[in-house]
């Protein structure tokens, strides 16, 4: 049985051009299993980077999905998704800086998708409530998943970590009590779940054999036995 049909509905070439890490596709996949979110739902893909699980959400998920992203152009974006079948009529890109507030009405979206990119901008305690909760409706979801420590080692890193990415970097990962602890300081919202993913080895591997830069650079740190220390955190929110 295919345990990732939606995200292998994307050629291998598609996949490996466009992802910028552990396999977004899958990681949302899964992330999304059993989810809350009505079709046709207003969903907020957010940084969306390249695209490609906005247009999983818009193209195998049916929602109306926003691809917002700082870094990513939405011209570009644009002409991937209508290669991809999809047209403004179910995915729009637009570019926005996340910590910065949304260019959106309070209470726009049903729902928030968020693949790989909270944890630049998350860690902030007042970005959740401040800065993202107003433009989602009450009862709206919000699904996230984003690297992680099995324990937080900040004092003492391990070398296999180093050989791949600096403290600095590193800084941006924590372990899942560090981040039950900053979003129970938020009102209006419930933690539904938060657990280590399954798949995160799987979209390691997918990922490490990309050939760009930056999947070189990771093989390092993975080889010499990163994924004993790091994994992939799911946090499903609901908006009260």
Not at 148 to 173: K, R
Request: charged share 20%; aromatic share 12%.
């Amino acid at each position: 049985m295919n345990t990732f049909p939606k995200a292998e509905s994307f050629p291998a070439s598609i996949i490996q051009s466009k992802i910028m890490g552990p396999n977004p596709l899958k990681l949302c996949e899964e992330l999304l299993d059993g989810h809350a979110i009505e079709p046709e739902s207003v969903v907020l893909d957010l940084g969306s980077g390249t695209g490609i699980t906005s247009c999983m959400l818009a193209r195998e998920y049916g929602f109306f999905t926003y691809a917002i992203d700082l870094w990513s152009e939405p011209g570009e974006n644009m002409r991937f998704f209508e290669e991809m079948g999809l047209s403004n009529r179910s995915i729009c890109p637009v570019k926005a800086d996340a910590t910065q507030g949304l260019p959106f009405a309070t209470g726009f979206f049903d729902a928030v998708v968020s693949i790989d990119s909270y944890n630049y901008f998350g860690r902030d305690p007042e970005y959740l409530g401040t800065k993202l909760l107003p433009y989602i409706k009450v009862d709206g979801m919000l699904y996230l998943a984003f690297p992680g420590m099995v324990h937080d080692c900040h004092d003492d890193l391990p070398e296999c970590l180093l050989a791949s990415w600096t403290p600095e970097q590193l800084d941006y990962m924590h372990d899942m009590s560090w981040w039950r602890k900053l979003i129970s300081q938020t009102g209006n919202v419930e933690i539904v779940s938060m657990y280590q993913m399954a798949c995160t080895i799987e979209a390691w591997t997918d990922w490490l054999a990309c050939d760009n830069d930056y999947a070189r650079n990771d093989r390092a740190a993975i080889e010499a036995g990163a994924l004993d220390y790091l994994n992939t955190i799911a946090v499903v929110l609901r908006r009260l």
